[in-house]
Protein backbone atom coordinates (compact mmCIF):
# COMPACT_ATOMS: atom_id res chain seq x y z
CA UNK A 1 0.00 0.00 0.00
CA UNK A 2 1.20 3.87 0.11
CA UNK A 3 4.37 4.09 -1.26
CA UNK A 4 5.05 0.35 -1.00
CA UNK A 5 6.76 -1.29 -4.59
CA UNK A 6 3.59 -2.40 -5.36
CA UNK A 7 1.55 0.16 -3.61
CA UNK A 8 -0.46 3.12 -5.44
CA UNK A 9 2.58 5.90 -5.17
CA UNK A 10 5.53 3.42 -5.33
CA UNK A 11 8.48 5.69 -3.39
CA UNK A 12 11.20 3.85 -5.53
CA UNK A 13 11.80 2.50 -8.68
CA UNK A 14 12.72 -1.02 -10.42
CA UNK A 15 14.97 -1.77 -12.93
CA UNK A 16 12.18 -3.89 -14.95
CA UNK A 17 9.00 -2.78 -16.58
CA UNK A 18 6.10 -3.85 -14.16
CA UNK A 19 2.87 -5.35 -14.94
CA UNK A 20 -0.27 -3.25 -13.92
CA UNK A 21 -1.28 -5.99 -11.58
CA UNK A 22 0.71 -8.21 -9.82
CA UNK A 23 -0.63 -11.38 -7.13
CA UNK A 24 1.30 -12.93 -4.91
CA UNK A 25 0.48 -15.76 -2.51
CA UNK A 26 1.90 -17.21 0.25
CA UNK A 27 1.19 -19.91 2.89
CA UNK A 28 0.36 -18.38 6.64
CA UNK A 29 1.41 -20.06 9.51
CA UNK A 30 -1.34 -18.96 11.91
CA UNK A 31 -4.73 -20.49 12.61
CA UNK A 32 -6.93 -18.32 11.34
CA UNK A 33 -10.89 -18.49 12.97
CA UNK A 34 -13.79 -16.51 11.88
CA UNK A 35 -17.29 -15.80 14.39
CA UNK A 36 -20.48 -15.07 13.20
CA UNK A 37 -23.66 -15.11 15.49
CA UNK A 38 -21.19 -16.83 18.23
CA UNK A 39 -20.56 -19.37 15.29
CA UNK A 40 -17.03 -20.43 13.96
CA UNK A 41 -17.73 -20.10 10.45
CA UNK A 42 -14.01 -20.25 9.22
CA UNK A 43 -11.45 -22.36 11.09
CA UNK A 44 -8.25 -23.49 9.12
CA UNK A 45 -4.28 -23.83 9.81
CA UNK A 46 -3.79 -24.04 6.50
CA UNK A 47 -4.96 -20.18 5.52
CA UNK A 48 -2.99 -18.34 2.28
CA UNK A 49 -2.48 -15.11 2.03
CA UNK A 50 -3.25 -13.06 -1.20
CA UNK A 51 -1.56 -10.04 -2.01
CA UNK A 52 -2.33 -7.94 -4.92
CA UNK A 53 -1.28 -4.61 -6.07
CA UNK A 54 -2.66 -1.97 -4.36
CA UNK A 55 -5.04 -3.47 -2.06
CA UNK A 56 -4.62 -5.00 1.37
CA UNK A 57 -3.48 -8.94 1.30
CA UNK A 58 -6.53 -11.00 2.08
CA UNK A 59 -7.07 -14.37 3.71
CA UNK A 60 -8.05 -17.49 1.70
CA UNK A 61 -9.20 -20.97 2.81
CA UNK A 62 -9.20 -24.33 1.59
CA UNK A 63 -13.39 -24.98 1.39
CA UNK A 64 -13.93 -27.60 3.05
CA UNK A 65 -12.44 -25.05 5.84
CA UNK A 66 -15.27 -22.86 6.13
CA UNK A 67 -18.65 -22.71 7.09
CA UNK A 68 -20.24 -19.98 5.81
CA UNK A 69 -22.60 -19.39 2.21
CA UNK A 70 -21.05 -16.05 2.15
CA UNK A 71 -17.81 -17.03 1.47
CA UNK A 72 -16.71 -16.65 -2.66
CA UNK A 73 -13.99 -18.51 -4.84
CA UNK A 74 -10.69 -17.28 -4.39
CA UNK A 75 -9.65 -16.83 -8.22
CA UNK A 76 -5.55 -16.93 -7.18
CA UNK A 77 -6.05 -20.17 -5.91
CA UNK A 78 -7.95 -23.07 -6.91
CA UNK A 79 -10.31 -24.87 -4.29
CA UNK A 80 -10.02 -21.87 -1.93
CA UNK A 81 -12.35 -19.28 -0.82
CA UNK A 82 -12.11 -16.02 0.61
CA UNK A 83 -14.79 -14.27 3.50
CA UNK A 84 -14.98 -10.71 2.66
CA UNK A 85 -14.18 -9.06 6.34
CA UNK A 86 -17.51 -7.42 6.96
CA UNK A 87 -19.15 -10.52 6.39
CA UNK A 88 -18.29 -11.38 9.79
CA UNK A 89 -18.17 -10.47 13.43
CA UNK A 90 -14.75 -11.14 14.11
CA UNK A 91 -11.48 -13.04 13.05
CA UNK A 92 -8.89 -14.23 15.32
CA UNK A 93 -5.62 -15.51 14.39
CA UNK A 94 -4.56 -18.26 16.91
CA UNK A 95 -6.36 -16.62 20.12
CA UNK A 96 -5.44 -12.95 19.27
CA UNK A 97 -8.13 -10.78 17.68
CA UNK A 98 -7.49 -8.92 14.61
CA UNK A 99 -9.10 -5.94 13.90
CA UNK A 100 -9.93 -3.34 10.83
CA UNK A 101 -8.09 -5.57 8.37
CA UNK A 102 -5.84 -8.18 7.85
CA UNK A 103 -2.41 -7.78 9.48
CA UNK A 104 0.49 -7.98 6.50
CA UNK A 105 3.88 -9.79 7.56
CA UNK A 106 5.38 -7.37 5.74
CA UNK A 107 4.23 -4.15 7.38
CA UNK A 108 6.34 -2.63 9.50
CA UNK A 109 6.91 0.03 12.35
CA UNK A 110 9.58 1.20 14.02
CA UNK A 111 9.46 3.88 16.68
CA UNK A 112 12.80 6.01 17.31
CA UNK A 113 13.23 8.70 19.63
CA UNK A 114 14.88 11.51 18.66
CA UNK A 115 16.65 15.03 19.73
CA UNK A 116 15.90 16.43 15.99
CA UNK A 117 14.19 19.94 16.47
CA UNK A 118 10.77 19.62 15.32
CA UNK A 119 7.94 22.47 15.16
CA UNK A 120 4.75 22.10 14.10
CA UNK A 121 2.29 24.91 12.71
CA UNK A 122 -0.81 25.97 11.10
CA UNK A 123 -2.00 29.48 9.73
CA UNK A 124 -4.64 30.97 11.41
CA UNK A 125 -6.21 34.39 11.02
CA UNK A 126 -3.27 36.27 12.08
CA UNK A 127 -0.81 34.43 10.44
CA UNK A 128 1.30 30.91 11.59
CA UNK A 129 0.47 29.35 14.77
CA UNK A 130 3.25 27.09 16.87
CA UNK A 131 1.34 24.23 17.71
CA UNK A 132 4.26 22.44 19.25
CA UNK A 133 7.68 22.50 19.79
CA UNK A 134 9.84 19.46 20.55
CA UNK A 135 13.24 18.31 20.69
CA UNK A 136 12.13 15.05 22.57
CA UNK A 137 9.41 13.85 19.58
CA UNK A 138 9.53 10.08 18.72
CA UNK A 139 9.59 9.19 14.89
CA UNK A 140 7.04 6.43 13.73
CA UNK A 141 8.74 5.01 10.37
CA UNK A 142 5.14 2.92 9.38
CA UNK A 143 5.74 0.97 6.24
CA UNK A 144 4.48 2.83 2.59
CA UNK A 145 3.65 5.61 5.15
CA UNK A 146 5.51 9.60 5.69
CA UNK A 147 7.58 9.79 8.78
CA UNK A 148 5.02 10.42 11.82
CA UNK A 149 6.51 12.92 14.38
CA UNK A 150 5.17 12.12 17.89
CA UNK A 151 5.66 15.00 20.33
CA UNK A 152 5.08 14.74 24.31
CA UNK A 153 2.44 16.57 25.67
CA UNK A 154 4.80 18.95 27.64
CA UNK A 155 5.74 20.22 23.98
CA UNK A 156 2.42 20.68 22.58
CA UNK A 157 0.03 24.18 23.16
CA UNK A 158 -2.85 21.62 24.57
CA UNK A 159 -4.73 25.18 25.11
CA UNK A 160 -5.05 25.28 21.07
CA UNK A 161 -6.69 21.91 20.71
CA UNK A 162 -9.47 19.79 21.31
CA UNK A 163 -10.85 16.73 21.02
CA UNK A 164 -12.89 15.80 17.80
CA UNK A 165 -15.69 13.24 17.11
CA UNK A 166 -13.71 11.62 14.81
CA UNK A 167 -12.87 7.99 15.20
CA UNK A 168 -10.54 6.19 13.38
CA UNK A 169 -9.27 2.42 13.87
CA UNK A 170 -5.87 1.16 13.13
CA UNK A 171 -4.82 -2.59 12.60
CA UNK A 172 -1.63 -2.20 13.78
CA UNK A 173 -1.95 0.39 16.63
CA UNK A 174 -5.68 0.69 17.83
CA UNK A 175 -8.14 3.78 18.46
CA UNK A 176 -7.23 7.23 18.50
CA UNK A 177 -8.40 10.52 19.96
CA UNK A 178 -8.72 13.03 17.40
CA UNK A 179 -7.80 16.97 17.96
CA UNK A 180 -8.67 19.96 16.36
CA UNK A 181 -7.30 23.39 16.46
CA UNK A 182 -8.88 26.09 17.72
CA UNK A 183 -6.86 29.27 16.02
CA UNK A 184 -9.51 31.59 15.97
CA UNK A 185 -12.32 31.04 13.97
CA UNK A 186 -14.19 27.67 12.67
CA UNK A 187 -12.21 25.40 14.52
CA UNK A 188 -9.72 22.98 11.75
CA UNK A 189 -10.71 19.79 12.09
CA UNK A 190 -8.78 16.70 12.90
CA UNK A 191 -5.41 18.32 12.30
CA UNK A 192 -3.72 15.22 14.83
CA UNK A 193 -4.55 12.41 17.19
CA UNK A 194 -2.81 10.62 20.07
CA UNK A 195 -3.04 6.64 21.43
CA UNK A 196 -4.19 7.26 24.88
CA UNK A 197 -4.89 4.26 27.57
CA UNK A 198 -5.02 1.03 25.50
CA UNK A 199 -2.66 0.15 22.05
CA UNK A 200 -1.53 -2.66 20.22
CA UNK A 201 2.07 -3.65 20.86
CA UNK A 202 3.41 -1.23 17.70
CA UNK A 203 2.07 1.51 19.67
CA UNK A 204 3.57 1.67 23.09
CA UNK A 205 6.19 3.38 22.38
CA UNK A 206 4.14 6.52 21.54
CA UNK A 207 1.29 6.11 24.17
CA UNK A 208 -0.13 9.52 24.74
CA UNK A 209 1.73 11.72 22.77
CA UNK A 210 0.58 13.54 19.80
CA UNK A 211 1.43 13.26 16.37
CA UNK A 212 -0.07 15.51 13.52
CA UNK A 213 -0.79 14.89 10.37
CA UNK A 214 1.85 15.83 8.32
CA UNK A 215 -0.36 15.98 5.14
CA UNK A 216 -2.74 19.10 7.08
CA UNK A 217 -0.10 21.55 8.84
CA UNK A 218 3.52 22.68 8.41
CA UNK A 219 6.61 20.32 9.64
CA UNK A 220 9.85 21.78 10.37
CA UNK A 221 12.63 19.59 11.53
CA UNK A 222 15.97 20.93 11.98
CA UNK A 223 14.46 24.55 10.24
CA UNK A 224 13.60 23.00 7.13
CA UNK A 225 9.93 22.59 6.11
CA UNK A 226 8.58 19.20 4.91
CA UNK A 227 7.08 18.81 1.91
CA UNK A 228 3.03 18.05 2.59
CA UNK A 229 2.73 14.10 1.01
CA UNK A 230 -0.12 13.05 -0.54
CA UNK A 231 -1.93 10.48 0.98
CA UNK A 232 -5.82 9.38 1.67
CA UNK A 233 -5.57 11.52 4.48
CA UNK A 234 -5.11 14.43 2.72
CA UNK A 235 -7.65 17.18 2.16
Known amino acids: MGSGPFGQ ?5 FNFDVPSQVTYVEP ?4 VRAVKDDETVVDSDRTVLVFESRRMPHYAFP ?7 RARPEPAVAGHVR ?24 HRIDVVPTHRHVVISLDGPD ?17 GLPVRWYVPRADVRSELLEASATVTHC ?3 GTPVHWSAQLGGDPVPDVGWTYPGEVRR ?11 YNERVDIDVDGVRQERPTT ?3 R
Do not use: C, M, N
Open 127 to 143: GAVVLADSTSTRALYET
Open 171 to 173: AYK
Open 202 to 212: EAEDVRDYIAF
Open 83 to 106: VAWDAVDAWFEEDEQVYVHVRDPY
Open 63 to 69: AEDVAFD
Open 28 to 31: FPRR
Open 9 to 13: SPGGH
Open 232 to 234: PWS
